[in-house]
């Protein structure tokens, strides 16, 4: 067990596979950085000024 922890704080998305189904494990800093980012992805503003960023780098490729 320890060794899954280790590999998830080394920034490793562990599996892991059950009977009844599946679990990931990840670090805290990792579960913290994804609340945040659908946190402020839910603002509308920021998720309008994410799509077009991501277009004009897709059009500047």
């Given at each position: 067990?320890?060794?899954?922890?280790?590999?998830?704080l080394?920034?490793?998305?562990?599996?892991?596979?059950?009977?009844?189904?599946?679990?990931?494990?990840?670090?805290?800093?990792?579960?913290?950085?994804?609340?945040?980012?659908v946190?402020?992805?839910?603002v509308?503003?920021?998720?309008?000024?994410?799509?077009?960023?991501?277009?004009?780098?897709?059009?500047?490729?």
């Amino acid at each position: 067990m320890r060794e899954l922890v280790d590999r998830s704080l080394m920034g490793e998305k562990v599996t892991i596979s059950t009977g009844a189904g599946n679990v990931i494990m990840i670090s805290e800093e990792d579960w913290d950085s994804l609340v945040e980012a659908v946190s402020v992805l839910t603002v509308p503003a920021v998720l309008e000024a994410y799509k077009s960023s991501l277009k004009a780098v897709s059009e500047s490729a």
